[in-house]
């Protein structure tokens, strides 16, 4: 029996996770801290910029999500970590090469797929282009952003969660279903406002989630594609900074 079908989420907290800590990335979050920024802009500062907003609005609602996902989920996380630390150079090695390797492979076929099926002035995802535009404002606080914070969410829910509850049945489905959550997460508030092109610029993103459950698949703990992740997004936000 692989160790994946052996340390998983208990059913309490999948119920939590599932019904409270997911509304609470996707809906309540978003909302409250909306409202609390405007009030901040009314009332105390209101020469802040529209991109210092987003990173703000963004860190916020993702370090909230973490902070509670680090609680619920602390014993899963602990028996990963463990098994993480039983092979730590190995997994280390492993990330820094074959796991970025195929980030990457998975990704660029993402892309080259996009790129065949929509005009190239139109291929870049608008959450793409949002991420440049506030790394290039505000570097400190959107590298704790993509390189800290939006690994350990992303990570715990679509691969502790998600493709780990559908692995004890199907890995076919595990790794498919949760690599289009992830896709879906990233384009589904412009899918909603009508871009309908968006549901082709999810494809790089699911690429991406599938790297990220071959990592999980392979190594065995959820701290490798945490680690994964988090490398890459530091890869794009050294590329940012670069060009921009």
């Given at each position: 029996m692989?160790?994946?079908?052996k340390?998983k ?12 800590l997911f509304?609470?990335?996707?809906y309540?979050a ?5 409202f609390?920024?405007?009030l901040?802009?009314m009332?105390v500062?209101d020469?802040?910029?529209s ?9 916020l609602?993702?370090l909230s999500?973490?902070?509670f ?6 014993d899963?996380?602990k028996?990963?970590?463990?098994i993480?630390?039983?092979e730590?150079?190995?997994n ?8 970025i ?6 990704s660029?076929i ?18 793409q ?14 590298t ?5 914070l ?9 691969r502790g969660?998600?493709?780990?509850t559908l ?6 489905w595990?790794?498919l ?12 508030s412009?899918?909603l406002?009508g871009d ?6 999810l494809?790089?993103y699911?690429?991406?989630g599938?790297a990220f459950s071959y ?6 703990n959820?701290?490798?594609?945490i680690?994964?992740h988090g490398?890459?997004n530091?890869?794009?936000?050294i ?6």
């Open positions: 692989s160790l994946i079908t340390v989420l208990n059913n309490r907290q999948k119920a939590i996770g599932t019904i409270l509304p609470w990335y996707l309540f978003p909302s409250i801290f909306n609390l920024i405007k901040y802009i009332y500062n020469n802040l910029t991109e210092t907003i987003n990173t703000y609005f963004n860190v609602i993702t999500t973490a902070v996902l680090l609680i619920i989920f602390r899963f996380i028996k990963n970590w463990k993480f630390k039983q730590l150079l190995e280390v090695i492993w990330v820094l090469t074959i796991g390797g195929s980030a990457y492979l998975f660029y993402g892309e080259f797929i996009v790129n065949l099926l929509l005009p190239a002035n139109t291929s870049e995802a608008t959450n282009t949002l991420v440049v535009t506030l790394v290039s404002s505000n570097m400190l606080l959107m704790f952003q993509a390189v800290i939006a690994p350990i969410v992303e990570e715990l829910f679509f969660l998600i493709f780990n692995r004890q049945k199907s890995v076919f595990a790794h279903i949760s690599a289009f959550l992830f896709g879906l997460l990233h384009v589904y412009y899918i406002a309908m092109s968006e549901w082709i610029k494809i790089p699911m690429t991406a599938l990592a999980y698949e392979k190594r065995q959820i701290i490798a594609p680690f994964l490398v890459k530091l890869i794009a936000v590329l940012i900074y670069i060009m921009f």
